[in-house]
């Protein structure tokens, strides 16, 4: 069963940048590549949002609002990796970021995924 694993979550002064990542395991270049990839975060005390995602053509990405035009999602099958390279960091980008994998079609709702990892911490001091 495919595995999930974040890194790259730091402490950054607001406006400053950051690229998160997130390595599959467990999984052939054949399969990973047949997977939608998402990004979300969970700030304290809210609840999960999701931020971004990418389709298994590798062709279309799509952001929430919130952080369109200063985020951007990425991934690379042959190293079987997604990345979220985050720009113009905001003290409200402050979360717990998790990426996530699902089959056929992708989705903005995360009961839809079927992997997670652990999540990786950004925190953005005012």
């Known amino acids: 069963q495919m595995q999930l694993a974040e890194s790259g979550g730091a402490s950054v002064q607001a406006g400053g940048s950051l690229r998160l990542s997130c390595t599959a395991s467990?999984?052939?270049?054949?399969?990973?590549?047949?997977?939608?990839l998402a990004w979300f975060r969970q700030g304290s005390g809210k609840e999960r949002e999701w931020v971004a995602l990418?389709?298994?053509?590798?062709?279309?990405?799509v952001y929430a609002d919130s952080v369109k035009g200063r985020f951007t999602i990425s991934r690379d099958t042959v190293k079987r990796m997604s990345y979220l390279e985050m720009n113009h960091l905001d003290p409200e980008d402050a979360a717990m970021y998790y990426c996530?994998?699902?089959?056929?079609?992708?989705?903005?709702?995360?009961?839809?995924?079927?992997?997670w990892g652990q999540g990786t911490q950004v925190t953005v001091p005012s």
């Open positions: 996530a994998a699902k089959t056929s079609s992708c989705s903005f709702i995360a009961r839809d995924f079927d992997y």
């Open positions: 467990r999984v052939s270049e054949f399969s990973y590549s047949e997977y939608c």
């Open positions: 990418i389709d298994t053509l590798n062709v279309n990405r």
